[in-house]
C-alpha cells in the first residue's frame, strides 16, 4: 500500500463530497463515530456540530479525537488523523461562514446559504481539528 505525501492526504480529504467518520471518547472510555460534513482551514480540520450533541460533550470532557476519510471505490484508499478538537466560535456570523463553505461542498453552491443558515443557528459549534499524526493510503487493493 502506497503512502500519500502531504499535498495527496490534502487533495484527497478535499476530494468530492467524503464524509469523516470522527471518533470521540464517551464518558464511560467507549468510541463514539458519527460521519461528518467538514472542510480545510490550512491543515486544520474544520466542522460544526450541535452545543448538545453527544461529539460536543465528549470533546469539551476529552478533546482527543480521530478522523477517518476513505474512499470506498476501488482501488480504495484512506486517511486517518488523530488530533485535538478545539471548540472555536458559539457566534453564528463565524459559524455561518464555514457552515456555508461546507454545505457548497456536500450540497452545491445553490444550497449552501440554506444549509449554512439552518447550521448556524445560537445552538451550534464550530470546530477546529488540530491534526497530531496523519496516515494517508492510496491504492490499497492494486497488484
Known amino acids: 500500500m502506497p503512502d500519500m505525501s502531504k499535498d495527496e492526504i490534502k487533495s484527497f480529504l478535499l476530494k468530492g463530497t467524503f464524509t469523516g467518520k470522527l471518533g470521540t471518547i464517551n464518558k464511560n472510555g467507549t468510541p463514539h463515530v458519527v460521519p461528518i460534513w467538514y472542510t480545510l482551514d490550512e491543515d486544520n480540520i474544520i466542522f460544526n456540530t450541535g452545543n448538545n450533541s453527544v461529539k460536543a460533550k465528549n470533546i469539551r470532557r476529552d478533546n482527543r479525537v480521530r478522523l477517518c476519510v ?3 471505490a476501488p482501488l480504495y484508499s484512506f486517511v486517518t488523523i488523530d ?3 478545539e471548540i472555536i466560535s458559539g457566534e453564528p456570523s463565524i459559524i455561518f461562514k464555514w457552515a456555508k463553505l461546507i454545505a457548497a461542498r456536500y ?3 445553490d444550497k ?7 447550521n448556524s443557528s445560537e445552538d451550534e459549534l464550530l470546530i477546529k481539528i488540530k491534526p497530531i499524526k496523519v496516515i494517508g493510503q492510496k491504492d490499497i487493493a492494486e497488484w
Open 70 to 72: 476513505d474512499d470506498q
Open 83 to 85: 488530533g485535538i478538537a
Open 107 to 109: 450540497m452545491g453552491d
Open 112 to 118: 449552501a446559504e440554506e444549509y449554512g443558515k439552518r
